[in-house]
Structure formats: C-alpha cells, structure tokens
C-alpha cells in the first residue's frame, strides 16, 4: 500500500557560505534553524520521506549556494529531495537535476508563463515537475454571483482561493483550483499546495483547500501550511485527502521528530514508512 | 569497476552517490570501451520509452554481449522497462528484449497517476539483491510497469490496485522498478546485494 509521505520543508536563506535555514511567522519574526546539509541529514535519519529546499530569497544570483547544497547533502541522504525558488527556465530544471534533486518546484515563473510547465516536463519528465500554489481564502456572500469562481464550503463560509505569488506579496486572482487543473494538463506532477491563511499560524492545514485541490487533481497534492502537531498531518491525511505533508518548525525547534509523528500516524492507522 | 550508462537519462549522480557512500567506485560513461571493461553495468533511467531506446541505440550491443557473458547487470526504473520487448507507452519501439513481455499502463481506476511515493514489496521469488528484504518501503515513481510472460522472473510485487512488478532477476540480469538510491537504508543494501554478485568482489 503505498505510504504517505512526511516531508520537512528547509526554507533556505542562501545569503551566507553555505546557507541557513530559517523560519518566520508571515515573514516577520525570522528564527535561524541550522544549516541546510546539516537539518537534511538528521531529517534523513529520522526516517524523512522527502526533503523540500525553498530559496527563500529566489534569486539567481545563489544559485550555485544552491546547486552545492544539493551535491553536498545528496552525498549523505537518499531519499527524494525537492528544490524549490528560483527556478525559472527549464535549463534550471536540468542544473537542479544534474546536481542530484530529484523534483523542482516553481510557483511564481509558472504562473507568469504557463509555457514553462509544458516545456520543463518534456525535457525532465512530469514526476520532476513540482507547481507550488500558495493559496488564500476569498470569502464571497453568495456563491451563485461568483460563475467565474470555484466555490467551496468551509467552516467559515463560502469562498474561492486566490493564488498568489512572490511568497505571498502579491495576488493573481486566479482561482487555485482552476489552475491545478490547468498544471497537471500542462504536464505538471505534483502540487505544493500552501494555505496562505494558515501559514505560519500552526492551527492546522487548511484541509477545505487539500480536499478540494486533491479532488480536482489525478496527480499528488502534498498539504502545506500550519502545522503544529502530529494531529494537524492526520487531519491532512483524513479530511484534507492529501498525499503528503510538508512541515517545517515542528521539527526545526524539536518540538517533534519525523519519527514521532510517523509512529503516531502509524497508530492512528495511517498507512507510513516506519 | 561499475560503469553507470550514461545515455542522457535521468539523474546519474544519486544511483553514483548510493554506491559511493557503501565504498564502491564507479564511473558515469558515455564511452563504449570503458562498458566493454565493465564488471558490471547499471543502466538507470527516468522518462520516456521510446526516447530512451533511441539513446540507448548505440549501447544496445555491449548491453547484450555484457549479458551474454554472465556479467551483473542492474536496471533501474525505467532502466528495467527497456529490458523487455515492447511498451505500451511507444507502440512499434522495440525494446532491449532481454526479458520477454510488455510494459502496460498502471490502470487508472481513482488512483493517482503516476504511482509515486513509497510502496512496501511483497516478495514472491527468491533473488540475491533482495537477500534481507522483506516487506520493506522502496521509493516508487512510474506510470508502466512491466508484465513478463515468464512470471518466475519477477522477484518482488508492489500492490497499487493491482500487483505491479516491482523487481525482476534472472541468473545475472536484476532490475528493479523502484529507485534503490532514493530508497534510504534499506535501498543502500540492495545496491550492496548487487555488488556481492559481482565475482571480482
């Protein structure tokens, strides 16, 4: 049966030799984790499915910060390793891979040329091509007036999701639901899906969005975006139909271990790699 | 010496990273006399059927001869659905045709395509790369598997709606369709099982 995956997120400040982890609430309140190559082998060796590098700063000109993190983690850890930020052009995608990751992730570029996805996946193949859609609820009075819109029914209301790009500084108003559709046609293989209203809040995934996004979609939707205790991944897993779960601060600052949270999944029935 | 076959394929540097840190040497080769010297030859593999028989078009020979004279063979992922007679994913491209059989599509049937992530094996003939293996979790990503018509050949299954062929060995031939150096610990000792059926080791 295949298992679902638990996934450390190493958002990464590329800025200094080697670079270092670190993690803000909505991008204020920065804490200092660790180095990348460092935090990636003990995830690894806690029993992590898949590691997840994000540039935090996207920029060019670190990409070879980048490229030397991957070759020296990779040395060490043999699990998939995702990398994220950044990626613009399909000879990105290539340099990644050469490096030794396995997937990428682009939110941002993609969006601003669809192209990219259609491209990106002939020349590295789907299951290397990762969409990161960060997505924030837009509550509407009646979902009727909304045609343009996919609305769903949460907890709070009715509402559509706004995509929005540059780590959350900027909105599209384009429908996330409708533009998971559109990636996977494009050729994308996996969708990183972040909840801009819970991220960095540790209330838990957004799950209406999970459900939604997972429901839409035939290919892997990995939930990301508040987590704050091994229940919060249940609930992913549960009633959010994810596929996997990204975390980051719950196991930076040792609160849990990757271990832990699988053993607790495993109990609760949740089919893990232990 | 382990020559990995470099046909422009697929990320080489993770499968050269896996045998290095269990302390074996190998190199990553486009060049035909070194594959001829090999000891044992790895072909990994990530994409698409048809276009990786078309690299491979110059190496097809020494792949054979390498097999012919009882040298270890490992494919990797799609490096084992070229090792069969044909895929669905390119009809009219003929494979390496070492094994006998198709490569089918994974039946959709509300499973997510591609099959991708960690599946535990069932183990249903005896292989020495699996010496120690037992229902463990490899990391799987594939959209075909392959379906022997010799089904003894098949070493391991993956269930994901139906039993997929996860790995498949014969004499000197092994493959597997998982990714044993995406596969931690437990993938690093299948890369080790490999190495001991190498006879010089």
């Given at each position: ?93 290539v ?17 601003h ?18 969409i990161?859609i ?50 996977e ?90 | ?6 046909y ?17 040497e190998?190199?990553i ?5 070194e ?14 059927f ?30 084992l ?121």
């Amino acid at each position: 049966m295949l298992a679902k995956r638990i996934i450390p997120c190493l958002d990464c400040d590329l800025n200094v030799p080697h670079g270092r982890v670190v993690k803000g609430v909505e991008f204020k309140q920065i804490r200092y984790a660790g180095e990348p190559v460092d935090l990636a082998t003990r995830y690894y060796e806690e029993g992590a499915d898949e590691i997840v590098f994000l540039d935090i700063t996207a920029s060019h000109e670190r990409r070879e910060t980048m490229t030397d993190v991957i070759k020296a983690t990779t040395e060490n850890v043999f699990v998939p390793i995702c990398v994220g930020g950044g990626i613009r052009k399909p000879e990105d995608y290539v340099n990644m891979l050469k490096a030794g990751a396995d997937k990428c992730s682009t939110n941002t570029a993609a969006i601003h040329n669809p192209d990219l996805i259609n491209e990106a996946s002939k020349v590295v193949g789907s299951q290397a091509c990762v969409i990161g859609i960060d997505a924030k609820r837009r509550y509407v009075e009646n979902p009727k007036e909304s045609e343009d819109k996919i609305i769903v029914e949460t907890d709070k209301g009715y509402c559509w999701f706004d995509c929005s790009i540059y780590g959350g500084r900027e909105f599209t108003g384009i429908d996330a639901i409708a533009w998971a559709i559109e990636c996977e046609e494009r050729g994308a293989g996996e969708i990183l899906l972040t909840s801009m209203d819970r991220d960095g809040t540790k209330d838990g995934y957004d799950n209406y969005l999970n459900k939604a996004i997972s429901e839409a979609v035939n290919i892997p939707v990995i939930a990301s975006g508040g987590v704050g205790s091994p229940e919060h991944i249940y609930n992913a897993f549960t009633q959010g139909k994810a596929d996997a779960a990204l975390a980051a601060s719950i196991f930076h600052f040792k609160e849990y271990s990757v271990g832990f949270v699988k053993k607790y999944l495993k109990k609760r029935g949740i089919p893990v790699r232990l | 010496m382990i020559v990995i076959i470099n046909y422009g394929s697929g990320n080489l540097k993770s499968i050269k990273n896996g045998f290095t840190k269990i302390g074996e040497e190998t190199v990553i080769s486009q060049d035909i006399r070194e594959m001829e010297k090999a000891d044992a030859l790895v072909l990994p593999g990530v994409g698409a059927f048809g276009t990786a028989m078309e690299h491979l078009e110059s190496y097809k020979d020494i792949i054979h001869e390498h097999i012919n004279n009882g040298k270890p063979f490992l494919g990797v992922c799609l490096g084992l659905q070229v090792l069969f007679t044909k895929s669905q994913e390119n009809k009219g491209v003929k494979g390496l045709d070492i094994f006998k059989g198709e490569v089918m599509k994974i039946p959709e049937e509300g499973l997510k395509i591609p099959h991708m992530g960690w599946n535990n094996l069932k183990i249903v003939n005896e292989c020495s790369i699996l010496d120690g293996i037992e229902n463990d979790y490899m990391y799987f990503v594939h959209s075909y598997y392959a379906k022997p018509d010799d089904e003894d050949i098949i070493a391991a299954t993956t269930n994901y709606g139906i039993d997929l062929t996860a790995a498949v060995c014969r004499d000197n031939v092994f493959a597997t369709q998982f990714h044993p150096e995406k596969s931690g610990e437990v993938g690093l000792n299948i890369l080790k099982n490999f190495v001991k059926s190498i006879p010089s080791k």
